[in-house]
Structure formats: C-alpha cells, structure tokens
C-alpha cells in the first residue's frame, strides 16, 4: 500500500523522467506530459495493490505500454485514412463523393471513440485480416473473449454511424 506522502514523493522524484522519457519515444511535449499524468493517476487508483519495491520499474513499463498503444492507435488511424483514400472514378457525382468523404470521417471518429480492446481486436480481424483464433492467441485472450469484443466493436460502429448519420 502507497501512503499519499509516498505517492507524493514518486511523483516529485519521477514525473519529470517519465515525462522525458515518453517525450524522447514521441516527440511531443503536450502528449508527454497528458501520457505522464496518465501514468501516475492509474498508480493513485492502484495504490492499495503495489508494493513499494520496483515502483520506479513499474513506472516506466506503464510508460512504455502507453506510448507504444499510443503508436498503434496512430498506426492504425494512419492506415485507415491512407485507405481511405479515394481515387476518383469519373461515374461518381459530387454529392456521392461527399457522402463518401463523411461516411469515412465519421467512421474514423467512431473508431477513435471506440473503447481500446474492442478496436484492437476489430483492426485486427479488419486491416490484418487475422481469424479470431489467430486474434486470441496475438492478444493471448479466449476465443470467446475476441468473439465478444467483435461483437460489442460492431455494435458501437452500427451505433455511432446510425447517430452520426441522424444529425
């Protein structure tokens, strides 16, 4: 268990290295610093259940796990748009490229809201093409686990395009 003097101290001693660090992994100092204060707010909820040993260990394998999740959101939106990318075909009036346009933002933004294990699982069986089971054994969850993340990942798709499409 972590005391608030404690947790007072590992965030005066470390907060400025863990901003660093994941400043020199991404480049920018905003995301750095929001990614920093991430890290020692899930510390703060798990205080009860860390052992005062390691902590600086425990603090930059958050770090790291944070910033490359980071990079693969980044990846996979980045991936995303270049496919969406259209290359236009004379038989396709402005209008229907329109809509084309904002059914592909608004799918891109359905997916950035989407939670973070639905998505994973969702771009993997999408983008990668992977089958569940090859899905599970990557992620080393159940195959019942990726059929049930499928499933709430197209549900939350269905319900954020049929909003967005309302407004």
């Not at 909820?45 to 999740?69: C, D, F, G, P, T």
């Not at 346009?101 to 069986?125: I, T």
Request: aromatic letters at 10%; charged letters at 35%; hydrophobic letters at 40%.
């Amino acid at each position: 268990m972590l005391s608030k003097k404690e947790f007072k101290l590992l965030f005066d001693t470390y907060f400025d290295a863990i901003r660093s660090f994941i400043f020199y992994r991404c480049g920018d100092i905003d995301t750095a610093s929001d990614m920093a204060q991430e890290i020692f707010m899930k510390v703060w909820e798990k205080k009860e259940q860390l052992h005062k040993n390691n902590l600086k260990a425990l603090l930059y394998k958050i770090a790291n796990e944070m910033v490359i999740s980071a990079y693969r959101k980044e990846t996979s939106r980045n991936h995303f748009e270049q496919e969406m990318i259209y290359d236009n075909e004379p038989d396709l009036s402005p209008e229907d490229e329109i809509l084309f346009k904002e059914l592909a933002s608004s799918y891109a933004r359905a997916l950035e809201q989407m939670p973070e294990k639905q998505r994973v699982v969702f771009l993997m069986s999408r983008n990668d093409e992977l089958k569940y089971h090859e899905i599970a054994g990557h992620l080393d969850i159940s195959i019942k686990t990726v059929e049930k993340r499928m499933n709430s990942a197209l549900q939350f798709l269905k319900r954020a395009l049929l909003t967005e499409t309302k407004k």
